[in-house]
Structure formats: structure tokens, C-alpha cells
């Protein structure tokens, strides 16, 4: 297999499904790829350039379900559970939302969508409560109505958009 950008963010995708964020490296991912860690540095400046790379996959899922004309609340919920699917998902996409906002975003959720006030305040909704979340099942804490809960809330947010 050829070393690329999407290679290399399979392979991390993989690495974190398997192990977690915390065992996201340069080095290992290198290893799994059978090449030198300088290798990988020809495809991908940094370590925060593959948050952004990883991010930018979960986030082209997101708007292949919702593409940019979807409802913002049914994106937002899109968004949830696609995050749910990867391991550590909400902590990678809020790294790669802090680094490039506009590239990770969905597009029904972008600030062109909504204004900037509303789609900040979604995003930083949707991503610190699914990574509460992610990381209540991590310790074995019941979430028992985090779905319900993240709906409201975006409704609500959503609601006071013009």
C-alpha cells in the first residue's frame, strides 16, 4: 500500500479504534505502517495535522448523512452518534475543531449555516457533551439519558437561531 495523508488516517483510525487516544503516536502509527516515523512526516507536518486529517474523516461522514441544505438538530444528532462510533471520538474531533474549525465542522453546523454565535455554541455543545459521555463509559458511569439530554439541549440552541 502506497503512503498517503488518507493511509496514514486510516491507519490512526485504526490505532485508535483498537487502543485509544492515549496510545495515538507518531511512533506507533509508523510501526503499523511498517515505514520510519520520518516517512510519515512526507504526508503529514505533525501530530496536530493527523488530529485535523482524522477529524476531517469523521467530519466528511457527518455530511455525506447530512449534506450542508439538512436540518441543523438532525445534523447535530448525526454528529453525536457518529462521534459514539469511534473510540475517543468527541476528544478527536474537538482537537482537530481547535486547530481548524472551518475543516472539521459540518457543514449544516457551519457558522455560513448558522452564524458564528449559533454554530460555536453547537459544536462546543455537541463536543464536550459526547466526550463527557465517552469518558462516563470509559469509568463505568451510567449516561442513562444522554441522548435525550444532548437533543434538548441542541433543540434548544437551535431553536434561538434566526
Not at 457527518?62 to 438538530?73: E, G, K, M, T, V
Not at 449559533?118 to 457533551?129: E, I, Q
Amino acid at each position: 500500500m502506497a503512503l498517503t495523508a488518507g493511509s496514514i488516517t486510516t491507519a490512526a483510525l485504526d490505532i485508535l479504534s483498537r487502543y485509544g487516544l492515549g496510545d495515538l503516536s507518531m511512533r506507533r502509527l509508523a510501526r503499523e505502517l511498517d515505514v520510519q516515523p520520518s516517512a510519515l512526516y512526507w504526508h503529514v507536518k505533525d501530530k496536530q495535522e493527523l488530529f485535523v486529517l482524522i477529524a476531517t474523516r469523521m467530519n466528511a461522514e457527518i455530511n455525506a448523512r447530512c449534506p450542508s441544505s439538512s436540518d441543523p438538530l438532525v445534523t447535530a444528532l448525526a454528529l453525536r452518534e457518529i462521534l459514539l462510533t469511534y473510540r475517543d471520538g468527541a476528544e478527536i474531533m474537538l482537537l482537530g475543531y481547535s486547530i481548524d474549525p472551518h475543516e472539521v465542522t459540518p457543514a449544516a453546523l457551519s457558522v455560513e449555516a448558522l452564524g458564528e454565535t449559533t454554530s460555536r455554541g453547537v459544536m462546543a455543545h455537541a463536543l464536550g457533551a459526547v466526550a463527557i459521555e465517552q469518558n462516563r463509559s470509559l469509568f463505568e458511569v451510567e449516561s442513562g439519558n444522554a441522548g435525550r439530554y444532548f437533543a434538548d439541549n441542541a433543540g434548544r440552541m437551535l431553536g434561538m437561531q434566526e
